[in-house]
C-alpha cells in the first residue's frame, strides 16, 4: 500500500440508529444471519457445502429443458422410474458396475437396482459403520487402516472372540454402462444444501429425515427409501409441483421421480475398466474422479441449477436450539416433531400455494454474496492477522481506502457512510425475503465494525474487532488452498472420501 499518496480520511464514529437496531433484533434470522449468509453463498458449491455438511436449508430450484446429466448403471436398459443422476460423468461412473456373482445380484435385487448407491457391497458398508458406531470412531478407523488389516469381505462376519473370520467368497464385479439424458422439459426442483446425500451420522440426513420425517428402520442405508419416500410427498402432498430433489455428496446429483415423462436415454456406453494405478502417466484414475469433484469447489457452471433464493426456507429462520450438541455443525435431532413439521409446512406452502415466479423476477442473492466476500475476505483477514499492519496508523489507512468510496468528505455523516457502505451491493428493485435481511444484516455488521476498528485508540483493540468480526461470518473463503499446482488438487473431507475412514463418515 503507498501511504502517503492519498490523504487520510479521519474517521469519527458514531453508532448510527440502523446498528443499534441491528445489535438489537432478537429474531432467529437476525441472530442467524451469518448462517444464512453462508448457506447462500455456498449453495450449489462443492467447497463450502462440504465445509458445512449439515445443511439447514431448502430452496426451490429450476432446471432448463436440454440439460444433460449422467447415470451410471449395470444395466444398458434405460431407466423409467425414480432414480438418480449426476452432474459430472465421472461421478456417474463410480456407480457403473455390476456383480458377476449371481447371487450378490439375487440379494441386490431385493433393494432395487444392484447398481444403486450404497449396494457397493452393502453388508461390508453396514458391517463397518456399525463397528465404528460401537467401538468409537478412532479406535476402530485406526484398526481399519492398519497396514496388517484386510479389508472387510461381502458376508465377513466377525467371531465370538473378536476376530474377523474368513470371508464366504469376495463378489467379483464387472464394468456397467453410463447412460447421458436430457431433459425433456424444465424441471421444477427442490435443492436441500450441505453434504444432503452423504450417509453419515454426524447430520448430513437431518433436514431429510427429520423435516420430511421419514420413517426407516437402519434410514441410513436405505437411501433409496429415503428418496421413494421423497418422490411420494412430492406427488401426493405437493401435487406433483415438484419433479425431484437436489443434493449432493462427492458431486452433485437429482433424485428425479419419474424418468420416463422427464428424461430422454441419448447416450449409452459401456463403461472402460480401470486399474488401480495407470502406468502410463502414473496416477490413479481416482485422481482424475477427484478433479472432476474439485473442478465444482465454485459452482456447477452453465447455470444447470437455478434458485430461487428469495423462497429458501430454513431452519436457521425459526427459533431453534440447532447449537445444543458440543461439534460446531447444526443438528435437527434435538428440535421437537412440532418445530420440523414446522419447517416442512413452511416448505409445503412455498411450493403448493406459490407458483415459481419467472426468472426474471428472481434476485440473484449467491451473485450479490460473492461480491461482499470478494470486496472484503481478504481485506479483513490481512486487517486481522498479517504482521503488515503493526501500527494502528497502517489499519486506519487501509480501512480509510476501503470505506473512501462512501464518504462525503464535505459533509461528514458517519450514519449514512455506513449506510451507503452497507447497501453498495444491494439490489434498489429487490423484495424483502429471508435471503434479502441476511445478507443485508451481513454488511451492515462488516461496515459498521470497520468505522468502529478505525476509531479505536490502540492496534490491539482494532484487531480484536475485525477478528471477532471474521470469527462470527465464518466464510469458507478463508479456508480455501491457495497455489496448488497442476499435479496437485486442494481436498477436504467428503463422502465418501476422508482422512480417517474409508467408510461415508465425514469429520
Same mark, same amino acid.
Given at each position: 500500500?503507498?501511504?502517503?499518496?492519498?490523504?487520510?480520511?479521519?474517521?469519527?464514529?458514531?453508532?448510527?440508529?440502523?446498528?443499534?437496531?441491528?445489535?438489537?433484533?432478537?429474531?432467529?434470522?437476525?441472530?442467524?444471519?451469518?448462517?444464512?449468509?453462508?448457506?447462500?453463498?455456498?449453495?450449489?458449491?462443492?467447497?463450502?457445502?462440504?465445509?458445512?455438511?449439515?445443511?439447514?436449508?431448502?430452496?426451490?430450484?429450476?432446471?432448463?429443458?436440454?440439460?444433460?446429466?449422467?447415470?451410471?448403471?449395470?444395466?444398458?436398459?434405460?431407466?423409467?422410474?425414480?432414480?438418480?443422476?449426476? $452432474?459430472?460423468?465421472?461421478?456417474?461412473?463410480?456407480?457403473?458396475?455390476?456383480?458377476?456373482?449371481?447371487?450378490?445380484?439375487?440379494?441386490?435385487?431385493?433393494?432395487?437396482?444392484?447398481?444403486?448407491?450404497?449396494?457397493?457391497?452393502?453388508?461390508?458398508?453396514? $458391517?463397518?459403520?456399525? %463397528?465404528?458406531?460401537?467401538?468409537?470412531?478412532?479406535? $476402530?478407523?485406526?484398526?481399519?487402516?492398519?497396514?496388517?488389516?484386510?479389508?472387510?469381505?461381502?458376508?465377513?462376519?466377525?467371531?465370538?472372540?473378536?476376530?474377523?473370520?474368513?470371508?464366504?467368497?469376495?463378489?467379483?464385479?464387472?464394468?456397467?454402462?453410463?447412460?447421458?439424458?436430457?431433459?425433456?422439459?424444465?424441471?421444477?426442483?427442490?435443492?436441500?444444501?450441505? %453434504?444432503?446425500?452423504?450417509?453419515?451420522?454426524?447430520?448430513?440426513?437431518?433436514?431429510?429425515?427429520?423435516?420430511?420425517?421419514?420413517?426407516?428402520?437402519?434410514?441410513?442405508?436405505?437411501?433409496?427409501?429415503?428418496?421413494?419416500?421423497?418422490?411420494?410427498?412430492?406427488?401426493?402432498?405437493?401435487?406433483?409441483?415438484?419433479?425431484?430433489?437436489?443434493?449432493?455428496?462427492?458431486?452433485?446429483?437429482?433424485?428425479?421421480?419419474?424418468?420416463?415423462?422427464?428424461?430422454?436415454?441419448?447416450?449409452?456406453?459401456?463403461?472402460?475398466?480401470?486399474?488401480?494405478?495407470?502406468?502410463?502417466?502414473?496416477?490413479?484414475?481416482?485422481?482424475?474422479?477427484?478433479?472432476?469433484?474439485?473442478?465444482?469447489?465454485?459452482?456447477?457452471?452453465?447455470?444447470?441449477?437455478?434458485?430461487?433464493?428469495?423462497?429458501?426456507?430454513?431452519?436457521?429462520?425459526?427459533?431453534?436450539?440447532?447449537?445444543?450438541?458440543?461439534?460446531?455443525?447444526?443438528?435437527?435431532?434435538?428440535?421437537?416433531?412440532?418445530?420440523?413439521?414446522?419447517?416442512?409446512?413452511?416448505?409445503?406452502?412455498?411450493?403448493?400455494?406459490?407458483?415459481?415466479?419467472?426468472?426474471?423476477?428472481?434476485?440473484?442473492?449467491?451473485?450479490?454474496?460473492?461480491?461482499?466476500?470478494?470486496?472484503?475476505?481478504?481485506?479483513?483477514?490481512?486487517?486481522?492477522?498479517?504482521?503488515?499492519?503493526?501500527?494502528?496508523?497502517?489499519?486506519?489507512?487501509?480501512?480509510?481506502?476501503?470505506?473512501?468510496?462512501?464518504?462525503?468528505?464535505?459533509?461528514?455523516?458517519?450514519?449514512?457512510?455506513?449506510?451507503?457502505?452497507?447497501?453498495?451491493?444491494?439490489?434498489?428493485?429487490?423484495?424483502?425475503?429471508?435471503?434479502?435481511?441476511?445478507?443485508?444484516?451481513?454488511?451492515?455488521?462488516?461496515?459498521?465494525?470497520?468505522?468502529?476498528?478505525?476509531?479505536?485508540?490502540?492496534?490491539?483493540?482494532?484487531?480484536?474487532?475485525?477478528?471477532?468480526?471474521?470469527?462470527?461470518?465464518?466464510?469458507?473463503?478463508?479456508?480455501?488452498?491457495?497455489?496448488?499446482?497442476?499435479?496437485?488438487?486442494?481436498?477436504?473431507?467428503?463422502?465418501?472420501?476422508?482422512?480417517?475412514?474409508?467408510?461415508?463418515?465425514?469429520?
Amino acid at each position: 500500500m503507498l501511504f502517503g499518496i492519498l490523504q487520510i480520511i479521519a474517521l469519527t464514529i458514531v453508532l448510527p440508529e440502523s446498528f443499534i437496531a441491528y445489535a438489537s433484533d432478537e429474531s432467529p434470522a437476525s441472530k442467524n444471519a451469518n448462517n444464512i449468509f453462508n448457506a447462500i453463498h455456498s449453495s450449489m458449491r462443492q467447497w463450502g457445502s462440504s465445509l458445512n455438511h449439515n445443511g439447514m436449508s431448502f430452496f426451490p430450484a429450476y432446471m432448463p429443458a436440454g440439460t444433460e446429466l449422467y447415470h451410471g448403471t449395470g444395466t444398458p436398459d434405460p431407466v423409467e422410474v425414480m432414480e438418480w443422476l449426476a $452432474f459430472e460423468p465421472e461421478h456417474a461412473l463410480a456407480f457403473a458396475w455390476k456383480f458377476r456373482d449371481e447371487l450378490v445380484v439375487k440379494s441386490s435385487e431385493n433393494h432395487g437396482s444392484q447398481s444403486s448407491k450404497w449396494l457397493l457391497d452393502g453388508d461390508l458398508t453396514r $458391517f463397518t459403520m456399525q %463397528q465404528t458406531l460401537e467401538t468409537g470412531s478412532d479406535e $476402530f478407523s485406526e484398526q481399519f487402516h492398519d497396514s496388517s488389516q484386510h479389508p472387510l469381505h461381502h458376508n465377513e462376519q466377525p467371531s465370538s472372540s473378536g476376530e474377523r473370520s474368513p470371508p464366504k467368497r469376495q463378489p467379483e464385479m464387472e464394468t456397467g454402462w453410463l447412460h447421458t439424458y436430457v431433459m425433456k422439459r424444465d424441471l421444477r426442483l427442490v435443492y436441500i444444501d450441505g %453434504q444432503s446425500a452423504a450417509k453419515s451420522p454426524k447430520g448430513t440426513l437431518d433436514s431429510q429425515d427429520f423435516v420430511f420425517d421419514i420413517k426407516l428402520k437402519d434410514a441410513l442405508w436405505r437411501d433409496r427409501d429415503r428418496a421413494l419416500q421423497m418422490c411420494k410427498i412430492a406427488m401426493e402432498e405437493w401435487n406433483e409441483r415438484i419433479d425431484g430433489f437436489v443434493r449432493m455428496e462427492h458431486g452433485f446429483e437429482l433424485i428425479l421421480c419419474d424418468f420416463k415423462t422427464n428424461a430422454d436415454m441419448i447416450r449409452v456406453e459401456r463403461a472402460t475398466p480401470t486399474s488401480s494405478r495407470d502406468e502410463a502417466n502414473n496416477t490413479m484414475p481416482n485422481f482424475w474422479f477427484l478433479k472432476a469433484i474439485t473442478a465444482r469447489y465454485h459452482g456447477i457452471g452453465m447455470k444447470r441449477i437455478l434458485l430461487d433464493y428469495s423462497r429458501m426456507i430454513t431452519a436457521f429462520a425459526y427459533d431453534f436450539d440447532l447449537f445444543s450438541e458440543p461439534a460446531d455443525l447444526p443438528r435437527l435431532k434435538t428440535t421437537s416433531k412440532q418445530d420440523r413439521a414446522s419447517i416442512f409446512a413452511g416448505l409445503s406452502e412455498n411450493i403448493v400455494h406459490d407458483h415459481y415466479q419467472s426468472l426474471s423476477q428472481w434476485t440473484d442473492w449467491q451473485a450479490v454474496a460473492d461480491m461482499i466476500i470478494a470486496r472484503y475476505s481478504d481485506t479483513l483477514y490481512e486487517l486481522a492477522y498479517s504482521p503488515f499492519y503493526y501500527t494502528k496508523r497502517h489499519v486506519e489507512v487501509e480501512i480509510g481506502l476501503l470505506l473512501r468510496p462512501f464518504i462525503d468528505h464535505d459533509h461528514r455523516n458517519t450514519t449514512l457512510e455506513i449506510q451507503r457502505c452497507a447497501t453498495h451491493f444491494m439490489p434498489s428493485n429487490h423484495t424483502s425475503s429471508i435471503a434479502s435481511a441476511a445478507i443485508s444484516s451481513i454488511s451492515d455488521r462488516i461496515c459498521s465494525t470497520l468505522f468502529t476498528a478505525a476509531e479505536q485508540q490502540s492496534l490491539h483493540a482494532a484487531k480484536r474487532n475485525i477478528q471477532e468480526l471474521i470469527k462470527y461470518l465464518a466464510w469458507t473463503s478463508w479456508k480455501e488452498c491457495r497455489g496448488c499446482q497442476r499435479d496437485e488438487i486442494c481436498f477436504t473431507a467428503i463422502c465418501m472420501y476422508n482422512s480417517k475412514f474409508t467408510v461415508p463418515l465425514l469429520a
